[in-house]
């Protein structure tokens, strides 16, 4: 995009949407299928409200939201020593690493027929389903930041005689920070989106439950104002939390540019 | 202090210590009430001779005012007097004075560290009869003359402070004794029963140099000394090599004009020693062969050469980033095994931690066992001294080149190793930040009188910074040239000394090379 000044790129963000939703109202009224099977967007609007005024939508994001808490602390929790112990030592690299590498390949939807039989019909089943989407992005970008360590901040620290924990955590893991922080914002869509598919097949509260309801009783605009909720959250997740995080990193780092 | 005033049983068997080792121990005791008991023991385990701590004995018991010290064959370091208030006879010596008395040859302060009360170094003066000169390790003393042989540090009155000096003069083969007192000089009286060769004592007035002695000077070494000598050879003690007392000669008359001198071997333990190391990369590329280099505490050796010679591989392998694979490496006769806080090693990169402000990348380095305020403390007074204060919480990013330079450099001052390794450390700055980057690293120098290696190709730094010059050769690489530099302090790269320097060592540098003709190496 060459020149275009923060004004011009409001319009034409803002142009899009208006385009969107207009095209969305379109072909809601005109298109082949009925309306009650494709809402327009202001019925779906007033239908968010209306769950947000009911509370039904709060008391679903907060269960989602624990649930996803728990899960992706755990990732973190797991991830974290694993990928510093993959940076570490070639040991553990060599014998961990193709194995997470394969794992990684693995939707993480697929582990839910094992967590149910594992865990039941529980919290902990969809937790295990999040943690497992999650943990191994959160290994592999904390294993790459580690190796990508200028190896001259390494040598730093030989030579002040810090090892064992300090230099782990007081050198590999703030030198490796801005690429964690990118493989925690990886992991953390990661883990959404398992948190959210693994809702969906079984039902236990939450707003995949509210999905599932809303397709069950032809509730789309429930299902679509659900959508539009599960798109908010993702985006003030990324600006609440990552975005500041990030940014705050780039500049403690001293890292030029914005990516 | 109690002690076996006989000390005959002691000193009946060889002394494991040196004066020199004694006083370290004694300091690393910390407490100053702690070590009377502390050298009654180590003279019970007769781990140090009797005749090293007599006249700190004999200060305590009888209140000796003059009193020899110690003698070594190449020197001798008397305390003459100490005030009735001092605190002991090694450690907060209050108003003595100390005298350095070689006799023929010349004085080459090798070491000299005066500690203060809270341990901050200083340089002690060393007044011959004449304006007071300011006593700079790695400089040569001629002796020119008699007037001019008594070197005294005194210490301003009032400070309490020990001085160590470590001083290597030769030959020494008389002394006399500058009565404090009195302001006079007074003979040594011959000891039949000194250890060491016996001194002989001169006719007072001689040791100036007659017209007829100086084209002897120059002769080719080899030729024998004393036949050379006319009236002094008798001073000359027996056992000395030749050309050391040939040395001496020469130096009196080429004076300082003679800048390049051989490095010579030292008495005593080398801090750093190399021995015979080779290094062979997994490349097959031969890096290091038959490389042996003794670097002594207190000297600024710099490693010179073209690229490819050798010099990096030789620090890292002192710094121990790089085993070599073949020969031995010590420090302080201890081998290095891996990196290690006592030899600190200085990259040409500032290489701080980017996540950390200034003040805590200092901090961070430091001793664990310091509280947290005392290490803060410790990081501003370091940054202070390198000009950084007010910066304390600025980022590295936020740093010029020559800024983080100086906070790399207050980091690695601040955890106070006794070596410093550096690597082409003001490689990427430009000329006049390098210049400011050597000043400050000379007066660190001076202060902290650390033993420093320095690797660069730049002839000028070195000559600048050096007090001892190692030319190393490539293909594969070894030391071609081991020379002394004799500059004072203040050197300045437009000196016409320092350029006449700088090519005599380009020279060498060419030979390096192997491109006797046309090798650009002005860096």
């Known amino acids: ?259 | 202090m109690e002690v076996d005033t006989q000390g005959r049983g002691a000193r009946a068997t060889a002394a494991s210590w040196t004066l020199t080792e004694l006083v370290t121990w004694l300091r690393s005791l910390g407490d100053v009430r702690a070590q009377p008991q502390a050298l009654q023991r180590a003279l019970s385990e007769r781990r140090v001779s009797w005749e090293a701590v007599r006249p700190y004995v004999q200060l305590a018991q009888e209140g000796c005012r003059r009193v020899r010290v110690h003698r070594e064959e190449a020197f001798e370091v008397r305390v003459v007097t100490w005030s009735a208030g001092a605190a002991g006879p090694i450690q907060d010596h209050d108003r003595q004075t100390t005298c350095i008395t070689p006799v023929l040859g010349l004085v080459e302060v090798t070491d000299w560290r005066q500690v203060r009360r809270r341990n901050r170094p200083g340089p002690p003066r060393l007044e011959p009869e004449g304006p007071p000169r300011l006593l700079v390790p790695g400089t040569v003393e001629v002796v020119p003359s008699y007037s001019d042989a008594m070197q005294a540090v005194r210490v301003p009155p009032g400070l309490g402070m020990a001085v160590t000096l470590h001083i290597e003069a030769q030959p020494v083969t008389a002394v006399r004794i500058f009565d404090a007192a009195h302001g006079t000089y007074i003979r040594q009286p011959q000891r039949a029963d000194a250890e060491g060769p016996p001194l002989a004592l001169p006719d007072m007035p001689a040791a100036t140099p007659t017209p007829g002695e100086a084209p002897e000077a120059p002769a080719p070494s080899g030729a024998p000394g004393p036949k050379t000598r006319t009236g002094k050879a008798a001073e000359v003690a027996p056992g000395l090599p030749a050309t050391a007392r040939k040395r001496g000669w020469l130096r009196r008359f080429l004076g300082k004009a003679d800048y390049l001198v051989p490095t010579e071997g030292r008495s005593g333990q080398a801090k750093l020693s190399v021995t015979d190391v080779e290094h062979s990369y997994a490349n097959d590329v031969e890096a290091l062969r038959g490389v042996s280099l003794d670097v002594h505490s207190g000297e600024f050796v710099c490693l010179l050469g073209p690229s490819g010679c050798g010099k990096s591989t030789l620090l890292y392998t002192l710094a121990g980033h790089i085993s070599p694979t073949g020969g031995e490496v010590t420090l302080d006769g201890q081998p290095i095994r891996g990196p290690g806080p006592e030899r600190l090693l200085m990259f040409q990169e500032a290489a701080l931690f980017p996540w950390l402000t200034v003040q805590q990348n200092v901090t961070f380095v430091l001793d664990r066992r310091l509280s947290g305020a005392q290490r803060r403390e410790r990081a501003r007074s370091h940054l202070r001294s390198v000009q950084l204060g007010g910066f304390e919480n600025a980022m590295p990013h936020q740093l010029s080149g020559g800024m983080k330079m100086r906070a790399s450099l207050a980091r690695a001052l601040a955890v106070d190793a006794p070596v410093l390794l550096m690597d082409e450390p003001f490689g990427s700055l430009d000329a006049q930040t390098r210049e400011s980057m050597h000043r400050l690293l000379m007066s660190v120098w001076m202060r902290t009188h650390k033993t420093i290696v320095f690797v660069t190709h730049d002839v000028t730094e070195a000559l600048v910074l050096a007090s001892r010059l190692v030319v190393m050769a490539p293909r594969p690489g070894r030391i071609l040239h081991d020379v002394g530099l004799r500059l004072g302090p203040g050197r300045r790269p437009e000196d016409p000394a320092l350029q006449a320097l700088a090519r005599q060592v380009r020279g060498m540098l060419r030979e390096a090379e192997g491109a006797p003709d046309h090798a650009q190496l002005d860096a």
């Open chain 1, 1 to 259: 995009m060459r020149s275009s000044t923060p004004r011009m790129r409001l319009l034409q963000r803002a142009g899009a949407g208006v385009l969107f939703v207009a095209l969305w109202w379109a072909i809601s009224h005109f298109g082949p299928w009925p309306r009650f099977l494709l809402p327009d967007p202001f019925e779906v609007v007033k239908r968010l409200f209306g769950m947000a005024a009911d509370g039904s939508l709060w008391g679903a994001i907060l269960v989602s939201m624990w649930r996803l808490i728990r899960g992706y602390g755990l990732a973190l929790l797991i991830g974290l020593p694993l990928g510093i112990a993959m940076g570490q030592s070639v040991v553990v690299r060599n014998a961990v690493r193709p194995l997470v590498m394969g794992l990684q390949a693995l939707p993480s939807i697929c582990w839910l027929p094992l967590a149910l039989l594992w865990f039941g019909l529980t919290d902990a089943a969809i937790i295990f389903v999040v943690v497992m989407g999650s943990v191994l992005g959160v290994a592999i970008s904390v294993n790459d930041g580690v190796e990508g360590v200028d190896p001259l901040l390494l040598k730093v620290a030989g030579t002040f005689g810090i090892r064992g924990t300090r230099l782990q955590l007081g050198v590999l893991l703030p030198a490796a920070m801005p690429s964690i922080v990118t493989g925690m914002k990886l992991a953390w869509s990661f883990a959404w989106r398992a948190l959210l598919a693994g809702e969906l097949l079984f039902v236990s509260g939450g707003l995949g439950e509210l999905l599932t309801i809303g397709r069950e009783l032809l509730e789309i605009a429930q299902v679509m104002a659900v959508m539009v909720c599960i798109v908010l959250i993702g985006l003030a997740v990324d600006f609440i939390a990552f975005r500041p995080l990030q940014e705050a990193v780039r500049r403690r780092w001293g890292i030029e540019g914005t990516a």
